[in-house]
T-cell receptor
């Protein structure tokens, strides 16, 4: 079964510092990859997605992610974080032939002044 | 606001009671999904509809759970004889089209607490 691993349950970082949130997936075939953000008391919001083509994907709010097929990774990065980026971030995949998102356990990003 | 809406936002019930949640998708979205999220975990897929047809159900969806989407518009998720293990956030999402890579738009969720 398809699985997604987010090794870091929590990432503390200071404002204006760079951040990387790690995501690895298990699949020997092509999958669609997504990053969602969940702010407190709000629904999940799509940050970015990789379907095919360029391995560097740019999303909203200054986030970007790089697809690495050989390492089966899709890490999320931001060069300079803001306090408002404090939230839970979920990596997800859609396995080929399926319609459902398979999520990782999430990484809580805590940005402090 | 024309996003996905869910009602109620919170539900507290006693073990053994039945509960029903409602999801109103974005207008004209033909696909509707239900996920469940427990504390410290990512959302887990429960089921999805294309128009009024329920096309896939997860093994997580025991026979105490039933979902409907009459007329292909809003959807309801009913849990019969609730158990404490049913306590979770129930998320609804909708998307347009038939491609699996179309963006799923999520609602704010219904938080269920079973006492």
């Amino acid at each position: 079964a398809q699985s997604v691993t987010q090794l870091d349950s929590q990432v503390p970082v200071f404002e204006e510092a760079p951040v990387e949130l790690r995501c690895n997936y298990s699949s020997s075939v092509s999958v669609y990859l997504f990053w969602y953000v969940q702010y407190p008391n709000q629904g999940l919001q799509l940050l970015l997605k990789y379907l095919s083509g360029s391995t560097l994907v740019k999303g909203i709010n200054g986030f970007e992610a790089e697809f690495n097929k050989s390492q089966t990774s899709f890490h999320l990065r931001k060069p300079s974080v803001h306090i408002s980026d404090t939230a839970e971030y979920f990596c997800a995949v859609i396995p080929p032939g399926f319609q459902k998102l398979v999520f990782g356990t999430g990484t809580r990003l805590l940005v402090s002044p | 606001d024309t996003g996905v809406s869910q009602n109620p936002r919170h539900k507290i019930t006693k073990r053994g009671q039945n509960v029903t949640f409602r999801c109103d998708p974005i207008s004209e979205h033909n696909r509707l999904y239900w996920y469940r999220q427990t504390l410290g975990q990512g959302p887990e897929f429960l089921t999805y509809f294309q128009n009024e047809a329920q096309l896939e159900k997860s093994r997580l969806l025991s026979d105490r759970f039933s979902a409907e989407r009459p007329k292909g518009s809003f959807s309801t998720l009913e849990i019969q004889r609730t158990e404490q293990g049913d306590s979770a956030m129930y998320l609804c999402a909708s998307s347009f089209g038939t491609s699996s890579n179309n963006e799923q738009f999520f609602g704010p969720g219904t938080r269920l607490t079973v006492l």
